[in-house]
């Protein structure tokens, strides 16, 4: 596996997979370009056998870093790519002086709860009705 900053041609990729996963708030290629944009927003692509397999954004926001998106392509679930990106996430933190990360999470989505659990966030909120207007997010965040 490969992590690297993602480019222009990466975009495509990135929607794909947003699109394997019902309910995944996308932002669609044109989100990942606008977020050229932001000097505060760090794009990075997995790739593994030579293709696209996942990708991470983040805002560096010192002190804090904002998760924003986490998502890996659903034939190369469980094989360590999302935990590959955040441990490249941790090292920018770190870089930045950053301590903690943040993020918001569908309540319904246990496997990214499990994942982050596993990668020590733990709750410390609630939005009611954030998703569609259905859905609470949780707020999770782990302190560095
Ligand atoms: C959450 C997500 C990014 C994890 O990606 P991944 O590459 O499969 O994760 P990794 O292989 O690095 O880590 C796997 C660990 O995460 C947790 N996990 C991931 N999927 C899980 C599931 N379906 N059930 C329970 N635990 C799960 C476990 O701790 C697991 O460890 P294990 O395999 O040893 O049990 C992936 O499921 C995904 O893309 N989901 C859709 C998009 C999304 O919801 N993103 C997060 C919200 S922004």
Redesign the pocket.
Known sequence: MLIRRARKEDYAAFAA?EAE?AG?PAWGAAGFLAEENNRNSVTLAAEAGGAVA?FINFWILRPQVQ??????SGA?????????L?AKLLEYARKSACAEID?E??EL????I??Y??HGFEVVGKRPKFYNNTEAALLMRKTL
């Not at 998760?67 to 890996?72: F, G």
């Not at 190369?76 to 590959?84: P, V």
């Not at 989505?109 to 990214?112: R, S, T």
Request: zero cysteines.
């Open positions: 997979i996963h995944f996942g998760l924003n998106s986490l998502a890996v190369m679930l469980r094989r360590g790519i999302a935990a590959g955040f993020l999470v569908s989505n246990a496997p990214a499990a994942f659990r596993a």
